[in-house]
């Protein structure tokens, strides 16, 4: 591999989390104001959504928020849900669900 490469790789991967909002404990509100902010002052195409457990419908809602409300041109181009496996503080294992919104503008 090339130092051209790596160095290429390494600026996609920044671009590519840039692109990335965590969902929490946050009202829907506060994360549609940062999926409009990556839209229009980071001119980029896509946004993805991540979020776990409780925090999946703040995410569902911010995503439909934004495309009905604030940006009828952005759409859902894919909608990825998985189950985790965290460790909780007692070293137990339980699973916890996860979902990624892909928004997309066109």
């Known amino acids: 591999m090339t130092e051209k490469t790596t160095k290429k790789r390494t600026i996609e991967e920044k671009k590519k989390d840039e692109n990335v909002i965590y969902v929490g404990r946050k009202p829907p509100m506060s994360y549609v104001l940062a999926v409009i902010t990556q839209f229009n002052e980071n001119g980029s195409n896509g946004v993805v ?30 909608i990825i849900i998985t189950t985790e496996s965290v460790t909780n503080e007692e070293g137990r294992n339980s699973n916890v669900s996860s979902i990624e919104i892909d928004l997309i503008r066109e």
């Open 49 to 78: 959504l991540k979020a776990r457990g409780k925090a999946i419908s703040t995410a569902v809602d911010t995503a439909e928020i934004v495309k009905n409300r604030f940006m009828k041109d952005i759409k859902v181009k894919e």
